[in-house]
């Protein structure tokens, strides 16, 4: 059994038993029912864009210190991804954004996290940065976005990516 299974139930405490379900065995509770898929977190990131620049925020945390990051974060089991995304948004650029539609998701076998990343444009505040989470934030245009090795996660890498390509829907 891989090592990110769950033995027992995380209801209930139940012993699990290998159940077959949608062509894989799987640890399921006897009691509850529950079966055990893969588990994973959910990122939710903006792509900030005015005057044709994304907002960047710098980490000065954890080992991507330095790095450029979108503004976003985990999403709580009592918000949604849009939620997510504009409450961190403004928990660290202090920028109120509404959202544009989605852009992108990103995905990786083995990493167990689905990012969702949202176009977004600012509706009110300044910008002032959470300072427990970022040194500083600021506005790229396209052709002068930091390099590769600058940019803290593969996601933010993807999303930058396909708002470089992004072009709105023709009437
Ligand atoms: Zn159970």
Redesign the pocket.
């Known amino acids: 059994m891989p090592a990110s299974t769950f033995a027992f139930?995380p209801?209930?405490?139940?012993k699990l038993t290998l159940t077959r379900i949608d062509g894989r065995d799987r640890p399921t509770?006897p009691?509850?029912?529950?079966a055990d898929f893969m588990h994973v977190q959910i990122g939710s990131n903006t792509i900030v864009e005015r005057d044709g620049a994304v907002l960047l925020v710098r980490l000065n945390y954890g080992p991507r210190d330095g790095h450029w990051a979108l503004p976003g974060g985990l999403v709580e089991n009592d918000e949604t991804t849009e939620e997510a995304a504009t409450r961190e948004t403004k928990e660290e650029t202090g920028f109120d954004v509404a959202l544009d539609g989605l852009l992108v998701t990103w995905m990786r076998p083995g990493f167990p996290i689905l990012v969702v990343i949202y176009r977004a444009h600012i509706t009110g505040g300044d910008l002032r940065v959470a300072p427990d989470e970022a040194s500083e934030a600021k506005f790229f245009p396209k052709a002068e976005l930091p390099p590769l090795e600058e940019i803290a996660w593969p996601s933010a890498a993807y999303g930058l990516d396909a708002w470089r390509a992004y072009e709105p829907p023709r009437p």
Not at 11 to 14: I, L
């Open positions: 139930c209801r209930d405490g139940s509770c009691t509850c029912g529950f």
